[in-house]
T-cell receptor
Framework: DTEVTQTPKHLVMGMTNKKSLKCEQHMGHRAMYWYKQKAKKPPELMFV???????INESVPSRFSPECPNSSLLNLHLHALQPEDSALYLC???????????FGQGTRLTVV | QKEVEQNSGPLSVPEGAIASLNCTYS??????FFWYRQYSGKSPELIMS????GDKEDGRFTAQLNKASQYVSLLIRDSQPSDSATYLC?????????????FGTGTSLTVIP
């Protein structure tokens, strides 16, 4: 089983809204990732959690706030987003660092 | 961000031909290398992983790694129309940085029936 589940699949939110993206895996992976992908561009790394601790923050604006409540869950809290934040948000997990990462199906986010 | 470069394409090959996809990376300490396939509107799907110099074969796919040249490639034999997608090279960080997982710019492949 290499399943990473992301919810919701689609999200439309206003610039004053607060919403959260959720990601779950039950493969026992200890590294989890958030990526942002714009159309016709590669995924862009945002955050990495390793053993439930934030290990990498790629200078992402504070309107994106990650959270890793336990080893199976990863959240991305969204607040005061801009229209240019509209993108596909991808969650991935890997067993440990530098190993194969498996992606969820993504959340298509539209900010209006 | 680490630099991972790919020929953006588009690359077109006839059905049954060999498609060759290339990737170079800047961090000499990178340890792990992956190829992902991404269909339009879908998430990346892992095709191959390679960790040491040389070739690794899996069905119609062969990954080649040359760490001295900082180069990794993917060959797709007997290409099928269903192989038409964007192929992403991914590279992880070195033993000091770890957990960094960066993608190349992607190569769009079209297999013509």
């Amino acid at each position: 089983d290499t399943e990473v589940t992301q919810t919701p699949k689609h999200l439309v939110m206003g610039m004053t809204n607060k919403k959260s993206l959720k990601c779950e895996q039950h493969m026992g992976h200890r590294a989890m990732y958030w990526y942002k992908q714009k159309a016709k561009k590669p995924p862009e790394l945002m955050f990495v959690y390793s053993y439930e601790k934030l290990s990498i923050n790629e200078s992402v604006p504070s309107r994106f706030s990650p959270e890793c409540p336990n080893s199976s869950l990863l959240n991305l809290h969204l607040h005061a987003l801009q229209p240019e934040d509209s993108a596909l948000y991808l969650c991935a997990s890997s067993q440990v660092e530098n190993t194969e990462a498996f992606f969820g199906q993504g959340t298509r986010l539209t900010v209006v | 961000q680490k630099e991972v470069e790919q020929n953006s394409g588009p690359l077109s090959v006839p059905e049954g031909a060999i498609a060759s996809l290339n990737c170079t990376y800047s961090d000499r300490g990178s340890q792990s290398f992956f190829w992902y396939r991404q269909y339009s509107g879908k998430s990346p799907e892992l095709i191959m992983s390679i960790y040491s110099n040389g070739d690794k074969e899996d069905g119609r796919f062969t990954a080649q790694l040359n760490k001295a040249s900082q180069y990794v490639s993917l060959l797709i034999r007997d290409s099928q129309p269903s192989d038409s997608a964007t192929y992403l090279c991914a590279v992880t960080g070195n033993s000091n940085t770890g957990n960094q997982f960066y993608f190349g710019t992607g190569t769009s492949l079209t297999v013509i029936p």
